[in-house]
């Protein structure tokens, strides 16, 4: 039932005299009589207003009790007798292995920035010889413009506590386009160079309220070679087996068999991924002696068809057969 039934309806009342309309209708303010502002001061800088502690210690002493690890240790430790190769494109290439770090010695009151430059071992270039199985240099080096690549968690001005509690990873990218040097997560490396990392760290001085250059921290265990394509074997098989993202290209994997029956179907006998050198993993295999001829009069043609297949997957040095086994 309607409750204005024989009595004038409030709402359009309202919309008759026009008053309901003129309330929807902005005003325009009168300029003239506007209140006169202030000139704001200009706000001071973030960094002037950050909280900081220094210890009572001196520089020299804090230095050498600075402490800066790789997290993933046992992991570049797989390089050890290989040079690692690190992938550089265009577009730009994550590392790896990560440059993720640990570290420990410093301030926990204090605050501090981490930055990441790589710099050159050598004024040399390098190329992978294939009859020694190691690099050699060719060359002077091309002209150098290091990059120094920031932390993302420098905009925070973390304490030393901060930088100790987990370890950090700088995630950075490889590309040989210098007009991408200095842009986000860029760092502009030249194709068969040999980098080191080189770790900088600054420190806030709560007296100045400045961030100062106090120390840097080289890392050779991490020391690379920039490539466009593995050089050496060994290292892709390495980084294969171990990185979580190219699984693809393992022995099961979904790339290395779409790239093997390409291959087939290219007439190609050989597989375009190398296998994991293992002189033994055939020598418990038997073969039809149609396909295994008496090579040489060897009477134990399958021991030579292992040998000679382990030596396809190394770098090329004669050396002549051992002896085979004696047949019981």
């Given at each position: 039932m309607n409750r204005f039934m024989g009595q004038p309806n409030p709402w359009m009342q309202l919309i008759d005299s026009g008053t309901f309309a003129s309330s929807l209708t902005p005003t325009v303010p009168d300029i003239k009589n506007l209140p006169k502002l202030e000139p704001q001061e200009d706000k001071k800088p973030l960094v002037d207003a950050l909280y900081a502690v220094q210890e009572d210690i001196t520089d020299e002493a804090l230095k050498e009790r600075i402490d800066v690890k790789l997290h993933d240790h046992n992991l570049w430790a797989k390089f050890a007798?290989?040079?690692?190769?690190?992938?550089?494109?265009?577009?730009?290439?994550?590392?790896?292995?990560?440059?993720?770090?640990?570290?420990?010695?410093?301030?926990?009151?204090?605050?501090?920035?981490?930055?990441?430059?790589?710099?050159?071992?050598?004024?040399?270039?390098?190329?992978?010889?294939?009859?020694?199985?190691?690099?050699?240099?060719?060359?002077?080096?091309?002209?150098?413009?290091?990059?120094?690549?920031p932390h993302h968690e420098n905009v925070n001005f973390p304490t030393g506590a901060a930088w100790m509690e987990n370890s950090f990873t700088f995630n950075a990218k490889l590309t040989n386009q210098i007009e991408l040097?200095?842009?986000?997560?860029?760092?502009?490396?030249?194709?068969?160079?040999?980098y080191i990392p080189v770790v900088m760290?600054?420190?806030?001085?709560?007296?100045?309220?400045?961030?100062?250059?106090?120390?840097?921290?080289?890392?050779?265990?991490?020391?690379?070679?920039?490539?466009?394509?593995?050089?050496?074997?060994?290292?892709?098989?390495?980084?294969?087996?171990?990185?979580?993202?190219?699984?693809?290209?393992?022995?099961?994997?979904?790339?290395?068999?779409k790239m093997e029956r390409k291959a087939v179907a290219e007439g190609s006998p050989a597989s375009p991924v190398p296998e994991p050198f293992n002189p033994f993993s055939r020598l418990n295999q038997t073969y039809p002696p149609a396909f295994l001829p008496n090579f040489f009069g060897i009477s134990n043609p399958a021991f030579y068809w292992n040998y000679m297949s382990s030596l396809a997957q190394q770098p090329f040095v004669f050396q002549p057969p051992p002896p085979p086994p004696k047949e019981e």
């Open positions: 007798d290989i040079e690692v190769e690190m992938i550089v494109t265009k577009t730009g290439r994550n590392l790896f292995p990560k440059l993720a770090f640990n570290v420990t010695g410093l301030e926990p009151r204090n605050r501090y920035l981490f930055y990441v430059e790589f710099r050159l071992v050598a004024e040399e270039k390098w190329k992978f010889s294939l009859a020694t199985g190691g690099w050699e240099s060719y060359g002077r080096a091309d002209a150098y413009s290091p990059t120094i690549y040097s200095g842009k986000s997560r860029f760092i502009y490396v030249s194709s068969m160079h040999k760290i600054h420190r806030f001085d709560p007296a100045t309220k400045t961030f100062n250059a106090f120390t840097e921290v080289e890392i050779p265990t991490a020391t690379f070679i920039a490539t466009t394509a593995y050089q050496n074997d060994k290292c892709k098989v390495v980084k294969v087996c171990t990185n979580p993202f190219a699984k693809g290209f393992r022995e099961d994997g979904r790339k290395r068999k």
